[in-house]
């Protein structure tokens, strides 16, 4: 199993400008979750989702989008990008209660 | 808010000393508590979950939670250099089945050989 892999690993926006960050686990898990952490700071929860279908806000949902189609995928949207969405952003997954983190998506907006 | 505190640090503690690392909690009703260490520029790693009160215990590293006091700490017996990272302390905040955790900003502990 490769776990939870994220692409792309580094990424330059420019201000107004559009992507999509890739998650995917071959886990066959339900839950998954998507943060962002700023320097110097915890992890904040952007958005959720415990299943095919189904999502939901976290902390810090404004500006960002997801969808769940499948088990295996859940991308997060970023429409209009803003300098305050320069940040690293983590996928996870959830094995047993316990959440695991995908490598990293590290975000410059400029 | 539900908030999750940890001392601030940085932690600094000669190689082969116990680090000590505190976290405190709002939310009365959590019921999962999760201690993630990430080495710069890393992605968090879980070491140590801890759901009843008392102590937890895996190699050298020791979970202690108190529900009472809101409180659960991450003790490092004879630290090595390789321990230097900061450590996130998680929360599922509100107890829920939707597991949504919430982090502290992290401590930074550097072991000094």
């Known amino acids: 199993n490769a776990g939870v892999t994220q692409t792309p690993k580094f990424r330059i926006l420019k201000i107004g400008q559009s992507m999509t960050l890739q998650c995917a686990q071959d886990?066959?898990?339900?839950?998954m979750y998507w943060y962002r952490q700023d320097p110097g700071m915890g992890l904040k929860l952007i958005y959720y989702s415990v299943g095919a279908g189904i999502t939901d806000k976290g902390e810090v949902p404004n500006g960002y989008n997801v969808s769940r189609s499948t088990t295996e995928d859940f991308p997060l949207r970023l429409e209009l990008a803003a300098p305050s969405q320069t940040s690293v952003y983590f996928c996870?997954?959830?094995?047993?209660?316990?959440?695991?983190f995908g490598p990293g998506t590290r975000l410059t907006v400029l | 808010q539900k908030e999750v505190e940890q001392n601030s640090g940085p932690l600094s503690v000669p190689e082969g000393a116990i680090a000590s690392l505190n976290c405190t909690y709002s939310d009365r009703v959590s019921q999962s508590f999760f201690w993630y260490r990430q080495y710069s520029g890393k992605s968090p790693e879980l070491i140590m979950s801890i759901y009843s009160n008392g102590d937890k215990e895996d190699g050298r590293f020791t979970a202690q939670l108190n529900k009472a006091s809101q409180y659960v700490s991450l003790l490092i017996r004879d630290s090595q250099p390789s321990d230097s990272a900061t450590y996130l302390c998680a929360v599922n905040v509100g107890g829920g089945s939707n597991y949504k955790l919430t982090f502290g900003k992290g401590t930074l502990l550097t072991v000094n050989p």
């Open positions: 996870a997954s959830i094995f047993r209660g316990e959440q695991f």
């Open positions: 886990m066959n898990h339900n839950y």
